[in-house]
């Protein structure tokens, strides 16, 4: 898999982005290469790439996330070393952006520096089994919504569509033409699907560009 220098990751709210960001990261260490991971999201205080924290040090990967999260603080707030992101091109970076238009608004600040280097992916991450996800014209409108307020469109589309330890095969399977009409209607592309790391033996071969996930250990979504 190729890796652009800034990977975003955008999404509904419960799409599983953060989970995603999560395992990405450690697949860009995997392959040698040094990366941050930077948690953008000041809306959710429950799924945080936090929860990852002792996987990620393990790893060697230096997480950047607001001081507050995990906490009883609601404090919308982010770090100034967030700017390391943008700042410092030595290393590569994955961002998760806040769900929804409204958790995108912070990655505002960044997007001039992101834009400007040319070397990023924006993936939007889509899931048919979740409420306001389940048909294709619903999760444009909500891709739209998250371009406009975060200044930059998205590259790519992941299908991380799931239903948590419930998945079996054939949810995933079954999710293809939904993916695959989201593609069409937007003309990006779907650049991996995501499936649980027990799941893969069986997809494989069935799907292209499969993507194993271990899940954080609160997820019971993907």
Same mark, same amino acid.
């Given at each position: 898999?190729?890796?652009? #220098?800034?990977?975003?990751?955008?999404?509904? /709210?419960?799409?599983?982005?953060? =989970? $995603?960001?999560?395992?990405? %990261?450690?697949? &860009?260490? %995997? %392959?040698?290469?040094?990366? #941050? $991971?930077?948690? +953008?999201?000041?809306?959710?205080?429950?799924?945080?790439?936090?929860?990852?924290?002792?996987? +990620?040090?393990?790893?060697?990967?230096?997480?950047?996330?607001?001081?507050?999260? =995990?906490? =009883?603080?609601?404090?919308?707030?982010?770090?100034?070393?967030?700017?390391?992101?943008?700042?410092?091109?030595?290393?590569?970076?994955?961002?998760? $952006?806040?769900?929804?238009?409204?958790? %995108?608004?912070?990655?505002?600040?960044?997007?001039?520096? &992101?834009?400007?280097? =040319?070397?990023?992916?924006?993936?939007?991450?889509?899931?048919? /089994?979740?409420?306001?996800?389940?048909?294709?014209?619903?999760?444009?409108?909500?891709?739209?919504?998250?371009?406009?307020?975060?200044?930059?469109?998205?590259?790519? +589309?992941?299908?991380?569509?799931?239903?948590?330890?419930?998945?079996?095969?054939?949810?995933?399977?079954?999710?293809?033409?939904?993916? *695959? *009409? &989201?593609?069409?209607?937007?003309?990006?592309?779907?650049?991996?699907?995501?499936?649980?790391?027990? +799941?893969?033996?069986? !997809?494989?071969?069935? $799907?292209?560009? !499969?993507?194993? !996930?271990? !899940?954080?250990?609160?997820?019971?979504?993907?």
């Amino acid at each position: 898999m190729e890796f652009k #220098r800034v990977t975003l990751f955008a999404g509904h /709210y419960g799409s599983g982005k953060t =989970n $995603i960001a999560v395992n990405y %990261a450690l697949a &860009i260490k %995997a %392959a040698g290469i040094p990366v #941050r $991971i930077a948690d +953008l999201d000041i809306v959710n205080p429950y799924f945080r790439t936090k929860d990852s924290a002792d996987r +990620l040090a393990a790893a060697g990967i230096q997480l950047i996330s607001s001081e507050y999260a =995990n906490s =009883n603080v609601d404090f919308p707030a982010l770090p100034g070393r967030m700017y390391a992101v943008t700042d410092d091109t030595s290393e590569y970076a994955v961002m998760d $952006i806040g769900g929804d238009d409204r958790g %995108a608004l912070a990655l505002g600040r960044y997007a001039p520096a &992101i834009l400007a280097e =040319n070397n990023y992916e924006m993936l939007f991450v889509i899931n048919c /089994y979740r409420p306001l996800t389940q048909n294709a014209a619903d999760t444009v409108e909500v891709l739209r919504e998250v371009e406009a307020a975060g200044g930059m469109k998205a590259t790519a +589309l992941v299908n991380n569509s799931n239903l948590g330890v419930h998945t079996a095969p054939e949810d995933i399977l079954a999710s293809v033409a939904y993916a *695959e *009409e &989201i593609s069409r209607m937007t003309g990006l592309p779907v650049k991996m699907t995501t499936v649980r790391e027990d +799941l893969l033996p069986a !997809l494989s071969g069935k $799907i292209e560009n !499969l993507f194993p !996930l271990a !899940l954080q250990h609160k997820y019971t979504w993907n």
